[in-house]
């Protein structure tokens, strides 16, 4: 019989006739397996891995390449096991199911990944991923693999360690996208690999290495895992040196997008805790400190509407500013936005900022080169819009003119309406998205119209704006009823045309 022949091979025999089933099944895309090589794959693949690993871990610390490449084998065949799965799910099912009750198979799988000549081979951290995600369905087989990996990372050397790293990365961002998320046991160990990431990235920065504590602070953010005070004392030492998280396009964009995360976007700031606080107004601080030494510049000036002028140097990435931008009012919103020389500094930075990237300089007011530079980006304009507003009511009860960057709430609302030719289709796309916050800041900026009125009026006759505006709106509350009426809007309606109604109210034409 075929099965009986296989048990009289070596292992590495064994394990390349393995290779061979695997790869033939893979070409053709379907599970057309006789009994027997289903056996293989069920009894004698596990057992096959287990022996390999146990010679593997007999010579440790450094096994044989030949060793180490019959590891490799055996994992590469597992994996493509593991990718079989998605094509036939009753077989997937069964054989992983087979498998998870297999103390050979998961004991030997848990000594692979405390296996560092294997492990740290670039090939096999993607390959073990993709198998610790295949088989751990369920919450404790998830918590085990993540708690061998903390194991072995501790373990390694300081030149080893963000090679290492990788695979915890990696486990932890697949494991937030199939909603395995570790149990509260691994917080102290994943605080403690924190810990040790920036202690190194302190003794060497290089971009290889920063870009991986990046990645792995992200990963451990979004698991939801760590208490967000706790998350932001073990990492602010690195995170608030904002200068070196400029020194390469890929590090920015990795350290702002983690910053954004980090930072809550508030509607009441009195609701953050201390520490949240705290962080934002010392990386409000780094930024204001690092803009203007980081961020390079075209050549050339650049005014807003008669204000001072920048000089400027050489472009970076569009949406890198516009996360910084909205990283510097985002600080600001949840710190002290009664102090007049933080909205003042945040202002110059994002002149800075903008001359940057301006494609045609010209003498033009803050608010619409602002606008004109968000407008490809829905959701971060609409933050912007949200987060000038939300600074705008907050400094209003202590500052004399509450104009944030130069303009106010109102001139934000027409300028974008304007730039939109008052076509209600826009908004009420943005209305039933979830894709930005358009409802939130709508709603907050007709609270704020209500108790501001006569600026509003003022505003509208200024830009001559008020029978547009009144038009859209009705346009805009029709095509919601209409909506509605059949089922189609995606939530209740009525609070957001209460609303609509108080705008109407407001803007009357004449």
Same mark, same amino acid.
């Given at each position: 019989?075929?099965?009986?022949k296989?048990?009289?091979?070596?292992?590495?025999?064994?394990?390349?006739?393995?290779?061979?089933?695997?790869?033939?099944?893979?070409?053709?895309?379907r599970?057309?397996?006789?009994?027997?090589?289903?056996?293989?794959?069920?009894?004698?693949?596990?057992?096959?891995?287990? =022996?390999?690993?146990?010679?593997?871990?007999?010579?440790?610390?450094?096994?044989?390449?030949?060793?180490?490449?019959?590891?490799?084998?055996?994992?590469?065949?597992?994996? $493509?096991?593991?990718?079989?799965?998605?094509?036939?799910?009753?077989?997937?099912?069964?054989? #992983?199911? @087979?498998?998870?009750?297999?103390?050979?198979?998961?004991?030997?799988l848990?000594?692979?990944?405390?296996?560092?000549?294997?492990?740290?081979?670039?090939?096999?951290?993607?390959?073990?991923?993709k198998?610790?995600?295949?088989?751990?369905?369920?919450?404790?087989?998830?918590?085990? !693999?993540?708690?061998?990996?903390?194991?072995?990372?501790?373990?390694?050397?300081?030149?080893?360690?963000?090679?290492?790293?990788?695979?915890?990365? =990696?486990?932890?961002?697949?494991?937030?996208?199939?909603? @395995?998320?570790?149990?509260?046991?691994?917080?102290?160990?994943?605080?403690?690999?924190?810990?040790?990431?920036?202690?190194?990235?302190?003794?060497?920065?290089?971009?290889?290495?920063?870009?991986?504590?990046?990645?792995?602070?992200?990963?451990?953010?979004? +698991?939801?895992?760590?208490?967000?005070?706790?998350?932001?004392? +073990?990492?602010?030492?690195?995170?608030? =040196?904002? +200068?070196?998280?400029? @020194?390469?396009?890929?590090?920015?964009?990795?350290?702002?997008? /983690?910053?954004?995360?980090? /930072?809550?976007?508030? &509607?009441?700031?009195?609701? #953050?805790?201390?520490?949240? %606080?705290?962080?934002?107004?010392?990386?409000?601080?780094?930024?204001?400190?690092?803009?203007?030494?980081?961020?390079?510049?075209?050549p050339?000036?650049?005014?807003?509407?008669?204000?001072?002028?920048?000089?400027?140097?050489?472009?970076?990435?569009?949406?890198?500013?516009?996360?910084?931008?909205?990283?510097?009012?985002?600080?600001?919103?949840?710190?002290d936005?009664?102090?007049?020389?933080?909205?003042?500094?945040?202002?110059?930075?994002? @002149?800075?900022?903008?001359?940057?990237?301006?494609?045609?300089?010209?003498?033009?007011?803050?608010? =619409?080169?602002l606008?004109?530079?968000?407008?490809?980006?829905?959701?971060?304009?609409?933050?912007?819009?949200?987060?000038?507003?939300?600074?705008?009511?907050?400094?209003?009860?202590?500052?004399?003119?509450?104009?944030?960057?130069?303009?106010?709430?109102?001139?934000?609302?027409?300028?974008?309406?304007? #730039?939109?030719?008052?076509?209600?289709?826009?908004l009420?796309? !943005?209305?039933?998205?979830?894709?930005?916050?358009?409802?939130?800041?709508?709603?907050?900026?007709?609270?704020?119209?209500? %108790? &501001?009125?006569?600026? /509003?009026?003022?505003?509208?006759?200024?830009?001559?704006?008020?029978?547009?505006? $009144?038009?859209?709106l009705?346009? /805009?509350?029709?095509?919601?009823?209409?909506?509605?009426?059949?089922?189609?809007?995606p939530?209740?309606?009525?609070?957001?045309? #209460?609303?609509?109604d108080?705008?109407?109210?407001?803007?009357?034409?004449?």
């Amino acid at each position: 019989m075929f099965c009986q022949k296989l048990t009289m091979l070596t292992a590495e025999k064994l394990e390349l006739l393995h290779s061979a089933i695997f790869e033939n099944i893979l070409e053709r895309n379907r599970f057309c397996l006789s009994d027997e090589v289903i056996n293989i794959i069920e009894e004698l693949l596990p057992k096959s891995i287990a =022996n390999v690993v146990a010679l593997a871990k007999s010579e440790q610390p450094d096994p044989s390449w030949n060793l180490i490449s019959l590891c490799l084998l055996h994992l590469s065949c597992l994996q $493509n096991v593991c990718q079989s799965f998605s094509t036939q799910e009753i077989y997937k099912v069964q054989l #992983r199911d @087979k498998w998870l009750r297999s103390e050979i198979l998961i004991d030997a799988l848990f000594d692979l990944v405390l296996l560092k000549s294997l492990v740290l081979q670039n090939t096999a951290i993607v390959t073990i991923t993709k198998v610790v995600n295949a088989l751990s369905t369920a919450s404790h087989v998830y918590q085990e !693999w993540v708690d061998k990996i903390c194991h072995f990372i501790s373990a390694c050397g300081d030149d080893e360690f963000f090679t290492a790293v990788e695979i915890m990365t =990696n486990v932890l961002t697949s494991g937030q996208k199939e909603g @395995k998320i570790p149990i509260n046991e691994m917080s102290t160990k994943l605080i403690h690999l924190i810990q040790k990431s920036a202690l190194l990235i302190q003794k060497d920065c290089s971009d290889v290495n920063f870009a991986a504590y990046l990645d792995l602070l992200h990963a451990i953010f979004a +698991s939801n895992e760590i208490p967000e005070d706790t998350f932001i004392t +073990s990492s602010e030492s690195v995170l608030l =040196n904002f +200068s070196n998280a400029c @020194k390469h396009s890929v590090i920015t964009t990795k350290y702002l997008k /983690l910053v954004k995360h980090i /930072l809550p976007l508030s &509607t009441n700031a009195r609701a #953050r805790s201390s520490c949240v %606080k705290k962080f934002a107004a010392e990386l409000f601080s780094a930024m204001v400190a690092g803009i203007p030494k980081s961020v390079q510049h075209k050549p050339g000036e650049h005014g807003f509407g008669g204000a001072k002028k920048v000089e400027a140097k050489q472009s970076c990435s569009s949406p890198d500013v516009m996360l910084m931008v909205n990283i510097l009012l985002k600080c600001i919103a949840l710190t002290d936005c009664g102090n007049s020389l933080v909205p003042e500094k945040a202002t110059i930075c994002i @002149k800075i900022l903008l001359c940057a990237n301006s494609k045609n300089p010209q003498q033009s007011s803050l608010e =619409n080169e602002l606008l004109e530079f968000y407008f490809e980006q829905d959701d971060l304009l609409i933050e912007f819009l949200l987060l000038h507003l939300l600074i705008s009511t907050s400094s209003a009860k202590t500052l004399e003119k509450p104009a944030f960057c130069g303009f106010s709430p109102h001139q934000a609302f027409l300028s974008l309406v304007q #730039r939109l030719a008052f076509d209600n289709s826009i908004l009420l796309d !943005w209305l039933t998205s979830e894709e930005t916050q358009f409802l939130l800041y709508f709603i907050k900026y007709i609270k704020y119209c209500h %108790k &501001t009125q006569n600026d /509003l009026l003022a505003e509208c006759k200024r830009c001559n704006a008020t029978s547009s505006l $009144n038009e859209m709106l009705i346009k /805009l509350k029709k095509s919601i009823e209409r909506l509605s009426a059949t089922n189609l809007f995606p939530y209740s309606a009525k609070p957001l045309l #209460r609303n609509i109604d108080l705008f109407l109210a407001i803007v009357k034409p004449v």
